[in-house]
């Protein structure tokens, strides 16, 4: 059951990475950056009202041990009021926040985009609740069909000169469609109510969850704001993309993934071996997974950019170079956050956020008068040294021990080492052309897919306890 979750939600994850994708570029060619810019722009605001109007309560439904109808219907009912609030506050602003910084054809954009911050929020409980029942497989089905559905509406509006309305149109009809979809599945027996308390529960867990999502939200906008404001904005161009190769791990999979342990564990003791199983099982898949993919960018990435991009982007390889392995290994130590949930710790969980966010703040004021580079390079050993403590962290919060948990990710390491030296020995790594490029990938890809063969009893445990095919942790013989 765990794998079958953990499959349906990255598939979605990366689904709807490549559909957005595609459909931004299709788009982009109707429309000017310009306007374009208009939807990125209003993207922060939407994402602090939905964190402001959900209070942290999603988490604290999938999490909670018991649920009574009242008590979600109260979440609902609350969520719903804070939403209608906070997008007739966000529509009232749009007109003086665009007179502030002077950017025509804003104000409208940002009071249509507001619609779309209060129907994801009326879809947010009855989507937790299918949570609480672990019916993944659902929600990656019906969160498919809205974006497929949406996306086709909003490439052919912008083939009928739609302009930028066809992303506020792609935006607005996924939130339609998920939230009709949702509250299908939840009628008998969610109804919205007023009884705000009854939320005292959910609210004094939630809080916490709030604090740590409003100050991840700054720490992960913070960076761009301080390089643009300090080295102008092709740099913030430059670091933008890099960073997307360092957060498509987390996006793809420990996100999603973090998601559905917290629901499987639950109701689980975290020290109890089946929980240590799974804990276990999945930093092994995350770990198979990121770390050759992630360790292959630092080589494998330069020649596509080279050949693909104008000397503008240039400087992309070797930023990302040094991103990848601390997004590898961020990507596994991100799972730290849903175990201090199932724990209950979500207090220590924020201050925990709060000192990586003053770490990574100063990190970024200290660095930033030295260039881009020394950024990136301060950025990426604070990373790696926040990452190692939170791997820590869960050794101690499952009682894995350390000797399970190197278990776990050695495969990993073992085959992307052998990886690297069959890409050294075919003296392809710095390739100039793309026969070069093919024959170091396909090198690389062998001398992985060799290693796991190789160990497959690790790998087959590790499926087996994600498919729910036995307890026995990965990395017993």
Same mark, same amino acid.
């Given at each position: 059951m765990l794998g079958k979750n953990i499959l349906s939600m990255s598939g979605l994850s990366l689904y709807r990475n490549i559909i957005q994708f595609g459909m931004n570029i299709a788009i982009a060619a109707f429309v000017s950056p310009g306007d374009y810019g208009l939807v990125v722009f209003t993207a922060p605001f939407l994402v602090l009202v939905a964190m402001l109007t959900d209070l942290g309560m999603t988490s604290a439904i999938t999490r909670a041990p018991s649920l009574s109808n009242d008590e979600?219907?109260?979440?609902?009912?609350?969520?719903?009021?804070?939403?209608?609030?906070?997008?007739?506050?966000?529509?009232?602003?749009?007109?003086?926040?665009?007179?502030?910084?002077?950017?025509?054809?804003?104000?409208?954009?940002? %009071?249509?985009? %507001?619609?779309?911050?209060?129907?994801?929020?009326t879809s947010a409980t009855p989507r937790a609740l299918l949570e609480r029942e672990l019916r993944y497989a659902r929600i990656a089905g019906i969160e498919a069909a809205a974006i497929a559905v949406a996306a086709v509406a909003g490439v052919v509006a912008a083939f009928s000169g739609a302009g930028i309305w066809s992303l506020v149109l792609y935006n607005l009809l996924t939130q339609v469609i998920r939230l009709a979809a949702y509250g299908w599945h939840v009628r008998a027996t969610l109804r919205p109510n007023l009884q705000f308390g009854r939320l005292g529960t959910l609210l004094s867990f939630g809080g916490w969850v709030l604090g740590s999502n409003l100050l991840n939200f700054f720490a992960r906008n913070s960076d761009n704001l301080l390089i643009g404001a300090w080295l102008g904005a092709a740099a913030v161009g430059v670091y933008g993309l890099s960073y997307q190769f360092m957060l498509a791990p987390l996006m793809a999979i420990t996100w999603p993934t973090s998601g559905i342990l917290l629901a499987t564990l639950r109701d689980r003791d975290p020290h109890g071996p089946a929980a240590q199983a799974m804990v276990e099982s999945v930093l092994s898949a995350t770990a198979l997974l990121v770390i050759p993919t992630m360790l292959y960018l630092m080589f494998g990435l330069a020649f596509p950019m080279r050949a693909l991009l104008s000397d503008r982007w240039a400087q992309v390889p070797a930023i990302v170079s040094w991103l990848a392995p601390a997004g590898a290994l961020q990507a596994i130590a991100s799972y730290n956050g849903a175990l201090l949930m199932v724990a209950g710790r979500a207090?220590?969980?924020?201050?925990?956020t709060v000192v990586n966010v003053v770490l990574l703040v100063a990190t970024f004021v200290l660095a930033l008068p030295f260039g881009l580079m020394a950024l990136v390079k301060a950025y990426t050993v604070v990373v790696s040294l926040l990452s190692l403590a939170f791997i820590a962290m869960m050794v101690a919060l499952t009682g894995l021990g350390l000797r399970r948990l190197a278990g776990a990710i050695a495969p990993a390491l073992l085959a992307s080492g052998l990886g690297v030296l069959a890409v050294v020995g075919v003296g392809e790594a710095r390739?100039?052309?793309?026969?070069?490029?093919?024959? %170091?990938?396909?090198?690389?890809?062998? %001398?992985?897919?060799?290693?796991?063969?190789?160990?497959?009893?690790?790998?087959?445990?590790?499926?087996?306890?994600?498919?729910?095919?036995t307890s026995e942790p990965a990395t017993n013989t």
């Open positions: 979600a219907g109260a979440a609902l009912g609350a969520m719903m009021t804070g939403g209608l609030v906070c997008a007739v506050l966000l529509i009232g602003a749009a007109w003086p926040i665009e007179r502030a910084i002077g950017m025509a054809g804003l104000a409208p954009v940002m %009071a249509s985009m %507001a619609g779309v911050v209060l129907l994801s929020i207090r220590a969980q924020f201050v925990l390739s100039a052309s793309w026969l070069g490029w093919a024959g %170091a990938t396909a090198a690389y890809a062998v %001398a992985v897919l060799v290693a796991y063969a190789a160990q497959h009893l690790h790998v087959r445990r590790t499926l087996a306890v994600l498919l729910g095919r």
